[in-house]
């Protein structure tokens, strides 16, 4: 039987699915209930000091991006924790533990990194805490902190050393995907001395306008999350995993056990998870849990270290790819229906029918794939 357990910077995990900073986590019950669901480690909403710009309740915070009806991505201006550090010191980190997961206290980078300090000191000393985590990345607010840090490795550098100079139990820093290089951010982190690194936070964006009023559909720029983002958070999960040898904890996106897994593959040691709570309820956890632990028995994997990092030797780049052998497509006419669906997404003109079934000419393939990724019988393929 599979065993799910990971350890993360020196933490053991029961699982590696982890409850990430957002809305379900804005309370100690929150996480209560998620922990009791069976979720590996829970992280509070960014624990920091109350701000105006950040008061709750506020007009409008959330905006589902939709695709042919599919939700596909979520803008959010929710920004921190309404709850004053004196009740998460007092009583909701306390909540949060009796569902027995671990916690990942999420602390704000404050702008005076001496501050930062302080805040690390005053949330560990609730004995309540097993690893922290530095919010270097709110892609919301308009200067001073979040990203504003975070695109920065030396002030990433500075907010991580403030932290770990007070920090008595491992620290991981939570960074921005809105940036070219994360690897830069990734390496000052490690320098500073911390544990391990959060990839990522949501990705700075705009929600949309409605047509028939010509109005924004938020009026501030907020944090996108949820399946879209996946391939962005791919990308900058597998260039840190390649070049800094510290454990991630990998986010965005995730919607069923197979991200997980995915995610595990390009390097992640624990993968943590909020929009799809905040879609379906805590009731996925523990389905999630099943459908890995039995994919993993399936599969014969006794334990995720077994599959961590697999697909990072495969990444190559464009230029090195470019020296293979070309490709050409080619349809297998016994499993062709003929739908048009190949000639339609080929930008090169290459396929044309008999009026039976669809061919490809050889002379004219780019060898692109679209026509494969479109098929919906099947029958075309790369060769
Ligand atoms: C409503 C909402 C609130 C969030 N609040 C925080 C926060 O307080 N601190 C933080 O570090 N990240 C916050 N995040 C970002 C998430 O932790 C996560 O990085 C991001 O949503 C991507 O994961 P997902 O696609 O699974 O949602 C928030 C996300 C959402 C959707």
Same mark, same amino acid.
């Given at each position: 039987m599979a065993n799910l357990k990971v350890n993360f910077a020196g933490v053991e995990f029961k699982n590696p699915l982890v409850l990430a900073s957002a809305a379900p986590s804005w309370d100690g019950e929150g996480m209560r209930i998620a922990g009791l669901a069976g979720i590996g480690g829970v992280v509070p909403k960014t624990i920091g000091p109350i701000q105006d710009w950040a008061a709750? %309740? !506020? &007009?409008g915070r959330f905006q589902i991006i939709r695709h042919g009806g599919k939700p596909i991505g979520m803008v959010n201006l929710e920004l921190f924790t309404t709850k004053t550090r004196e009740a998460w010191i007092k009583e909701d980190l306390a909540v949060a533990k009796e569902g027995g997961a671990v916690i990942q206290a999420s602390i704000l980078a404050m702008p005076n990194p001496d501050d930062t300090a302080v805040l690390v000191d005053e949330i560990q000393a609730t004995g309540m805490v097993d690893v922290l985590e530095l919010n270097v990345s709110c892609p919301m607010p308009a200067q001073g902190v979040g990203m504003h840090i975070g695109k920065s490795p030396e002030l990433t550098f500075k907010q991580a050393k403030a932290a770990k100079s007070a920090a008595k139990i491992p620290l991981t820093v939570k960074l921005t995907p809105?940036?070219?290089?994360m690897v830069e951010v990734a390496m000052a982190v490690k320098e500073a001395g911390a544990e391990g690194v959060t990839i990522s936070n949501s990705i700075r964006s705009f929600a949309g306008v409605d047509i028939e009023t010509g109005? %924004? $559909? $938020? !009026?501030a720029y907020g944090g996108y999350s949820g399946p879209a983002i996946k391939p962005i958070v791919m990308r900058h999960l597998s260039e840190v995993a390649r070049k800094v040898d510290l454990p991630i904890s990998a986010i965005g996106g995730v919607m069923s056990f197979k991200e997980i897994v995915e995610y595990i593959m390009l390097g992640a040691t624990t993968v943590q998870t909020a929009t799809a709570i905040m879609w &379906? *309820?805590? *009731?996925i956890i523990g389905k999630w849990l099943k459908d890995l632990e039995e994919w993993m028995d399936l599969k014969g994997y006794q334990s995720l270290d077994e599959i961590r @990092?697999?697909? $990072? %030797?495969y990444i190559t780049t464009t230029e090195e790819l470019a020296k293979l052998p070309p490709m050409f497509a080619n349809i297998d006419e016994d499993k062709c229906t003929n739908c048009g669906i190949c000639q339609k997404v080929c930008m090169y003109r290459a396929i044309s029918s008999n009026g039976n079934v669809c061919r490809v000419s050889k002379s004219d393939c780019? @060898?692109?794939g679209a026509c494969v990724q479109w098929c919906p019988s099947g029958s075309a393929a790369l060769a």
């Open positions: 709750h %309740p !506020r &007009n809105t940036v070219f290089d109005k %924004p $559909l $938020l !009026r &379906n *309820g805590y *009731g @990092g697999i697909a $990072l %030797p780019d @060898g692109c």
